[in-house]
């Protein structure tokens, strides 16, 4: 079956400093890969996300690559505020099921300090 | 106002009670989705509906039912509540091909139930 597991947090870091949370999968098909985020009292909101080999998603200076060979989706961000506190969360998406339920990891927790 | 809301926003109830949980969405979506959330253990996907007439388990559906009153509402029973159904609840939207989506879709949330069985 699906699967993804991601780095255990809580990350802590300093504001301004580079992030990365690992993030890889095992998938039957072709997924589709999410990062989605949830800050403290909300619901998940998406992120990025890539739907083949080789894509980057980004936005709000997140970056994430989707890496078949790795079966890896690794989040990157050069320069994280203390706005960017949050749980990340990532997911696919099995396309060739034809649906597209998601299978998430457990979250990891980031904690950014002025 | 927002797409996608949750009723209500937090319940607490007793062992054997039932309870309901309402989920609506103005996003014209045919797709919607229950989860929950538990510490450490990310989302599960309990139950999800791709259109009125369909339901479907997810991977942890036991001691959960559902039911799909329209195509904009998805509401979740616990029939007979207990302890460990204690956890924050969430329900999730999607476009589907059919309705004009692509592969890979995204899901959009609600704000969450937070539920406590005592």
């Known amino acids: 079956g699906n699967s993804v597991t991601q780095m255990e947090g809580p990350v802590t870091l300093s504001e301004e400093a580079f992030l990365t949370i690992n993030c890889t999968y095992t998938a039957t098909g072709y997924p589709s890969l999410f990062w989605y985020v949830q800050y403290p009292g909300e619901g998940l909101q998406l992120l990025l996300k890539?739907?083949?080999?080789?894509d980057k998603g980004s936005n709000k200076g997140f970056e994430a690559t989707y890496r078949k060979e790795t079966t890896s989706f690794h989040l990157e961000k050069g320069s994280v505020q203390v706005s960017d506190s949050a749980v990340y969360f990532c997911a696919l998406s099995d396309r060739r099921r034809g649906y597209s339920t998601l299978t998430f990891g457990k979250g990891t927790m980031l904690l950014v300090s002025p | 106002d927002a797409d996608v809301t949750q009723t209500p926003r937090n319940r607490i109830t007793k062992t054997g009670k039932r309870i309901m949980l309402e989920c609506s969405q103005t996003?014209?979506?045919?797709?919607m989705y229950w989860y929950r959330q538990d510490p450490g253990l990310g989302l599960r996907l309990i139950y999800y509906?791709?259109?009125?007439?369909?339901?479907n388990k997810g991977e942890i559906s036991d001691g959960y039912s559902v039911s799909r009153q329209a195509q904009a509402k998805f509401s979740l029973s616990l029939e007979s509540a207990i302890p460990n159904q204690t956890a924050l609840y969430f329900c999730?939207?999607?476009?589907?091909?059919?309705?004009?989506?692509?592969?890979?879709?995204?899901?959009?949330f609600g704000p969450g139930t937070r539920l406590l069985v005592l």
């Open positions: 509906s791709f259109d009125v007439k369909d339901i």
């Open positions: 999730a939207t999607s476009l589907g091909l059919a309705g004009g989506g692509e592969f890979g879709e995204t899901q959009y």
């Open positions: 890539a739907t083949k080999a080789d």
């Open positions: 996003k014209g979506h045919d797709r």
